[in-house]
């Protein structure tokens, strides 16, 4: 647990001491990303079930490959029926690799090469925005690897929203979708750059997402949706159980919204300003609206970046450390710690760390006792 608490006083220590002169260095980002995909990327399949599915949906790819098979006949072809970009990227990595581990380490890298990109192109103070992404979406990036894979991916789409190029926005959200399904709600991105709507418009939509929340409808529709695979499906009762409490999207939507309106008028009325802020609030309004579904509100990573770029650029001024500076450090420091702490920590999916380096299992190691499909693993890390 004392890594994770090391990392977190790093990003604290950050978003307070590095001068304001410095919040854009590149320097500085490319090393804590890269600290973070290899930190993640060598785990031992921390975070959960869905690193053993990714695995072995993998080594059965690399298996039909190297016996000369066809490798339209592995499993991951019928599973991903309408998302085959993610199953010939297994086949690409296929030919690099058959170890599941550095298949894994291949995609974390991936992904945080991608955010990287984003970060560079959207925000405007870089220790701050870290410090939103530790308590956001970190831990994420240990399971989530397909879902991130498109959210990184569809977050290139950005600026041809706001340049006006719709062939290729269409293109790059078409690619995220074949990676996962869900990159499709970035479609309405491409009309988000036109206006910014009033702060009386903004709050009457939230508390119409709220209602239409509460009914429980979207998230029964999501539900039924998702429940399309009965591989996928074995896990959802793990996955339920490990994302939080649903009151906590109604406590995150609120608290942003309320940074984001209180400093509106600071936001530039320009195409590329207005379409990450309209992607802020459509993040918070997505909370709202999937209040009733845990997993529904992971639609919304693929609006994180507008609140991350808005947040950066409306909250830091001359005086560095402000109260909204504080107050956002501080729950992001919260939404860290409830996931370290209170969620995925004491379900043991995290801690103690172990990397893929060692041979040998973490003792108490349900998740392995439940889900590992190849015991050779155990013996020998690299023995594919």
């Known amino acids: 647990m004392y890594i994770y608490l090391l990392i977190l ?15 854009k260095s590149s320097a500085l980002l490319v090393l804590w990303f890269g600290v973070l995909a290899l930190f993640v990327g060598f785990s031992d399949m921390l975070g959960g079930y869905d690193r053993y599915i990714y695995g072995e949906l993998f080594d059965e790819v690399a298996d039909v490959r190297l016996a000369g098979g066809d490798v339209k006949t592995a499993y991951i072809f019928e599973l991903y029926a309408s998302e085959w970009g993610f199953s010939w990227l297994n086949v690409g990595i296929s030919y690099i690799t058959a170890n599941r581990y550095i298949f894994i380490l291949i995609l974390t890298i991936a992904i945080y090469v991608l955010l990287f990109i984003s970060f560079i192109r959207y925000v405007d103070n870089y220790p701050f925005a870290i410090m939103l992404f530790m308590g956001l979406i970190f831990f994420f990036t240990f399971t989530y690897l397909r879902q991130l894979l498109g959210v990184g991916i569809g977050w290139l789409s950005i600026t041809y929203a706001y340049k006006r190029k719709l062939l290729k926005f269409l293109a790059v959200v078409l690619l995220a979708t074949l990676i996962h399904n869900s990159g499709i709600i970035l479609l309405p991105v491409y009309f988000l ?4 709507f009033s702060k009386t418009t903004v709050v009457w939509v939230m508390l119409f997402c709220l209602i239409i929340g509460v009914t429980g409808i979207p998230s029964t529709l999501f539900d039924l949706y998702g429940s399309v695979s009965d591989m996928e499906g074995r896990g959802q009762q793990y996955a339920e159980n490990e994302v939080g409490f649903k009151v906590e999207y109604i406590l995150e939507a609120f608290f942003f919204l309320y940074f984001i309106l209180r400093n509106y008028e600071k936001i530039p009325n320009t ?9 802020a609030l459509a993040f918070c309004a997505i ?31 001359a005086k560095r450390i402000t109260s909204q500076y504080l107050a956002l450090v501080v729950f992001s420091c919260f939404l860290y710690l409830r996931i370290l702490l209170f969620s995925w920590g004491p379900l043991g999916t995290l801690y103690p760390y172990k990397s893929f380096f060692t041979n040998g299992v973490r003792k108490g190691d349900w998740v392995h ?15 594919r």
């Not at 006792?369 to 023995?383: A, G, M, N, Q, V």
Request: charged residues 20%.
């Open 193 to 196: 750059a036109k206006k910014q």
């Open 369 to 383: 006792d439940k889900w590992e499909y190849d015991l050779d693993y155990d013996i020998d890390k690299f023995h």
């Open 287 to 317: 909370l709202l609206i999937f209040i009733k579904s845990l997993n529904g509100g992971r639609l919304g990573w693929y609006y994180l970046i507008g609140l991350i770029s808005t947040l950066s650029l409306i909250v830091p001024n």
């Open 9 to 23: 006083a790093f990003a604290i220590v950050c978003s307070f001491f590095i001068k304001k002169g410095e919040a």
């Open 271 to 279: 195409p590329s300003k207005t379409i990450l802020l309209n992607m």
